[in-house]
Structure formats: structure tokens, C-alpha cells
């Protein structure tokens, strides 16, 4: 597509639900990263896919947290056990190699009630 | 480690007047440095980035920024603040090494009024 395309755009689950959050990025770009936005966090870097290299996750932050990346193109970001804190717009980017420009999705804005 | 310290977590000008956005940074290596904007319910655009060339980047919607080494700083301007530049603008850096990942200050919210 023309942009990174993220899925679903909004989610409400209940504490303890698993969700999964879907991001397909720029046709070509090899780098995809996600992130995280929320209050009083500010943006936070949370895992980054280069080609077929071991993916950084220095940025999850507990072991509920994975993601994982298909044949090089779309990304699940998957949160078991939701917490009430995992609330947040969950942003996925891409770029065409690492240093490129970086291009955002619209985001998934996730509520955990 | 690297960060971005932006001042001002709200800045409100009157439109016409000339926006001036504060972002210092600390990196152990040389920087790139970025600039997005964020408009409500939207996603990140980039604005402008500085990759070592030219200390001063125009971007887009009139805005620009200097690179200074000395100063370690990256600040916004703008000559005129439309009423559409109303926004969330965040600064950003990544080492020249991996340039994989963006480190962001917390962001400062542009409010132009009439």
C-alpha cells in the first residue's frame, strides 16, 4: 500500500484478554519497528525487524509482550494477559533500510478495561 | 545511551509569529536528529531530519532547524505560525551507528491562536 497499514485501528478488551495488532508495512521497506504512546510515557521504542536478522526487543516490556514477523513483510504484535498500564496507541513504522527515513502507521489505540 | 530533552511541554504563539520549538540532545556518537509532527488522532509525519550534511534542513510546511554541535541542540522554527500548524511536534534521535532505533523527548504541544 501507499503507507504503513496498522490493524485494528481501535480495540477495547478486558484485563486479562489476549490481543493481537496487526501492521503491514510499506511494500519493500525492510526495517519495521513499534512503538508505544502513552501518557506519561511519551513515545517508547519497543522491538525492530531488519531483514532476516534476530529482531532487537530490548524495548518489550515483560515477557506478556512478543511480536513476530512474517516472510519478512506484515508484523503481529501480540499481548497476553492485558494489564490496565498496557493502554496506549501502539504505533508500527517502517523504513526501506536502516538509517532511511521512517514512516508511521496511524496507530492501534488499545483500552484495557 | 542517547536522549532528547524537549523544553516546554506546551508552547502557544499567535498566528503570524514565529514558532521556536527546543530540543537538546546527548548521544556518545555523532546523531541523527528528526523532527515529527503529530496531528490529533493521526500518526507520526516527519517533518525534517539532519544526517550530517548541512547543519541547517528545511522540511516541510515552512518549517527548518540548525544542528548545533556546540550547543547540542536541534531547535524548530518557523517564521509565521499558520492556525494548521496546531500540533504535537517531537524530537528525535538515533546514533549514526545503527540507526535502527529512535529515541523521542516527551513532546511539546503547539497551540496558534488568532
Known amino acids: 500500500g501507499a503507507g504503513v497499514s496498522q490493524s485494528p485501528s481501535n480495540k477495547v478488551t478486558e484485563k486479562g484478554k489476549d490481543v493481537e495488532l496487526r501492521c503491514d508495512p510499506i511494500?519493500?521497506?525492510?526495517?519495521l519497528y513499534w512503538y508505544r504512546q502513552s501518557l506519561g510515557q511519551g513515545l517508547e521504542f519497543l522491538i525492530y525487524?531488519?531483514?532476516?536478522?534476530?529482531?532487537?526487543k530490548s524495548g518489550l516490556p515483560s515477557d506478556r509482550f512478543s511480536a513476530e514477523r512474517t516472510g519478512g513483510s506484515v508484523s503481529t504484535l501480540t499481548i497476553q494477559r492485558t494489564q490496565q498500564e498496557d493502554s496506549a496507541v501502539y504505533l508500527c513504522?517502517?523504513?526501506?533500510?536502516?538509517?532511511?527515513?521512517?514512516?508511521f502507521g496511524e496507530g492501534s489505540w488499545l483500552t484495557v478495561v | 545511551a542517547q536522549s532528547v530533552t524537549q523544553l516546554g511541554s506546551h508552547v502557544s504563539v499567535s498566528e503570524g509569529a514565529l514558532v521556536l520549538l527546543r530540543c537538546n540532545y546527548s548521544?556518545?556518537?555523532?546523531?541523527?536528529l528528526f523532527w515529527y509532527v503529530q496531528y490529533p488522532n493521526q500518526g507520526l509525519q516527519l517533518l525534517l531530519k539532519?544526517?550530517?550534511?548541512?547543519?541547517l534542513v528545511k522540511g516541510i510546511n515552512g518549517f527548518e532547524a540548525e544542528f548545533k554541535k556546540s550547543e547540542t541542540s536541534f531547535h524548530l522554527t518557523k517564521p509565521s505560525a499558520h492556525m494548521s500548524d496546531a500540533a504535537e511536534y517531537f524530537c528525535?534521535?538515533?546514533?549514526?551507528?545503527?540507526?535502527?532505533?529512535?529515541?523521542f523527548g516527551t513532546g511539546t504541544r503547539l497551540q496558534v491562536t488568532l
Open positions: 513504522a517502517s523504513s526501506l533500510t536502516p538509517g532511511n527515513t521512517i514512516y
Open positions: 511494500s519493500g521497506h525492510t526495517a
Open positions: 525487524f531488519q531483514g532476516n536478522s534476530a529482531p532487537d
Open positions: 548521544s556518545s556518537v555523532p546523531p541523527y
Open positions: 539532519y544526517t550530517s550534511a548541512a547543519t
Open positions: 528525535a534521535v538515533s546514533d549514526t551507528g545503527t540507526a535502527s532505533k529512535l529515541t
